[in-house]
């Protein structure tokens, strides 16, 4: 099939300089959630309409498979449509969807495309308890006859529940010659995409329906309200699939997916965590309170305490990360290692069993295994202008409040005294100290306030 995406609208009531169809849902923009729920039903051609906002919709979404076609200006829902005609293939039907309504599943859209078939026009509609603002499903002997705006029905028409979702699959070469017959008067002086169900009844073409599993699939976009809305329906959709899966959720009101999680078996997660980009935990993870985690694998077993921060890092069976650790791009950790409190890690490897236990920033460094890493030890990696790496040896020792100035090697097995700022290597197995001697002044007085 061809697949139609309308974002040319402007989305007045957001408030905002940017497009409306690039706001953000789950970390994503909403049109990208439209452009993603199509590429799942393989279409052969994939159009986009944009309009309003100029070249910032073409130059964010660009993609090998999407076409882009202009409507300026934004003349109405059947306008929008025209201008991708010369982009489809007359030979397969058009499913037509809107870049401001994320949520549609590919079901409910196989469902509309099923029903079809090659030569139908087919409606996504919904019953409403509330259904102002909508077009209505204009019905004779339970056939579809028409939709009616509301700004164009009468009373009658205005107590109709089912409305128009927006969504449909119109047979292409039909579309065509449907579309060219539009006129825009009507009380918005639109070409509305909706007269092409009064033609094709006219054309004695069958005009049918599906109806989505549930309503939030055909919400829309218009305000912040509504996204704040939608993006809490999406989260707690996210968070019923981790619970089914045996994820256990402190408070499923209380996660944030924005991009993908996967989870193995036993794995749980407390309240307010943020996970963004492409996250992995397997069997037996636990992550704390309050973590924002980004981009990263976390090996079996692996505990995150409280109050993490952890972004394009690999993180080793059983670790034991936090409360209040930072994990910057680059990390890979190892099994059994432990990064505590107010350690900040960054493009560095640390072996099996070592331990940053408080208080150290270890960046651009590898770190053997069984290394003790004192409280206070700081990797000096950047001379202003350039970086460097510190290397430390398996069971190396480096004492609390060290500077390791690279380029620097601590040597297997080495004791580095605590104070001690390292410049040059330290050799395997000994203790290297650089600390002025310890003196105690004899006959010192402490001074004394002068009386004035
Ligand atoms: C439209 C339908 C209405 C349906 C409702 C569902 C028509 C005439 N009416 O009304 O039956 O119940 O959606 O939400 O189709 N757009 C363009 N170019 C334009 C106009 C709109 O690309 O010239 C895009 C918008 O960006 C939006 C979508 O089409 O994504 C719908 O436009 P909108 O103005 O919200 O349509 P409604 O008046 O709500
Ligand atoms: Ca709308």
């Not at 025209?82 to 010369?86: K, R, S, V, Y």
């Not at 920033?361 to 003790?372: F, I, L, P, Q």
């Given at each position: 099939m061809n697949v139609v995406i309308l974002a040319a609208g402007m989305g007045k009531r957001m408030q905002s300089a940017l497009p409306k169809v690039l706001h953000p849902l789950a970390g994503k923009p909403l049109l990208s959630h439209v452009i993603d729920t199509a590429r799942?039903?393989?279409?052969?051609?994939?159009?986009v309409i944009y309009g309003h906002g100029g070249e910032i919709v073409p130059e964010r979404m660009q993609a090998s498979d999407l076409v882009f076609a202009k409507q300026e200006p934004q003349l109405g829902t059947g306008h929008a449509v025209?201008?991708?005609?010369?982009h489809l293939d007359e030979e397969v039907p058009t499913l037509v969807l809107y870049g401001d309504v994320p949520l549609t599943t590919s079901n409910s859209l196989q469902q509309l495309l099923d029903s079809a078939g090659k030569d139908k026009l087919a409606i996504l509609t919904v019953d409403l308890d509330d259904p102002t603002g909508?077009?209505?499903?204009?019905?004779?002997?339970?056939?579809?006859?028409?939709?009616v705006e509301q700004k164009d029905a009468s009373a009658e028409q205005r107590a109709i529940r089912e409305v128009n979702t927006g969504i449909l699959v119109a047979p292409t070469a039909?579309?065509?010659?449907?579309?060219?017959?539009?006129?825009n008067d009507n009380a918005q002086g639109e070409y509305y995409l909706t007269d092409i169900v009064a033609r094709a009844v006219a054309d004695d073409v069958p005009v049918v329906s599906a109806q989505p599993k549930a309503v939030w699939e055909t919400l829309g976009v218009n305000s912040k309200v509504q996204l704040a809305q939608l993006e809490r329906i999406h989260q707690r959709n996210i968070a019923d699939t981790l619970l089914e899966q045996g994820v256990t959720l402190a408070d499923p009101e209380?996660?944030?997916v924005r991009g993908s999680l996967s989870c193995g078996r036993d794995v749980s997660i407390d309240v307010n965590c943020v996970f963004e980009g492409r996250v992995e935990l397997e069997d037996g993870v636990s992550i704390g309170a309050n973590c924002v985690i980004k981009n990263a694998r976390i090996a079996r077993g692996a505990s995150i305490k409280p109050f993490c921060h952890i972004e394009d890092a690999v993180i080793g069976a059983d670790a034991e990360i936090g409360p209040y650790a930072r994990l910057r791009p680059g990390t890979e950790l190892a099994e059994e290692v432990h990064i505590g409190n107010?350690?900040?890690?960054?493009?560095?490897?640390?072996?099996?069993?070592?331990?940053?236990n408080h208080l150290a920033?270890?960046?651009?460094?590898?770190?053997?295994?069984?290394?003790?890493i004192g409280a206070g030890t700081i990797t000096c990696n950047y001379d202003g202008a350039n970086k460097f790496r510190t290397i430390i040896e398996d069971d190396a020792f480096i004492g609390s409040d060290t500077q390791l100035v690279a380029p620097v090697r601590v040597g297997k097995g080495a004791t580095l005294g605590a104070g001690t700022t390292l410049t040059k290597d330290a050799p395997d197995g000994k203790l290297t100290v650089s600390r002025a001697r310890q003196v105690t002044i004899e006959g010192w007085q402490r001074p004394v306030k002068i009386k004035k």
């Open positions: 799942g039903l393989s279409p052969s051609r994939l159009c025209m201008q991708a005609l010369p909508y077009g209505r499903i204009v019905r004779q002997d339970g056939r579809i006859v028409s939709i039909k579309l065509k010659k449907w579309l060219a017959t539009l006129s209380r996660i944030d107010f350690v900040e890690v960054k493009n560095s490897k640390i072996a099996a069993k070592s331990k940053a920033y270890v960046g651009d460094a590898t770190v053997g295994s069984r290394v003790n």
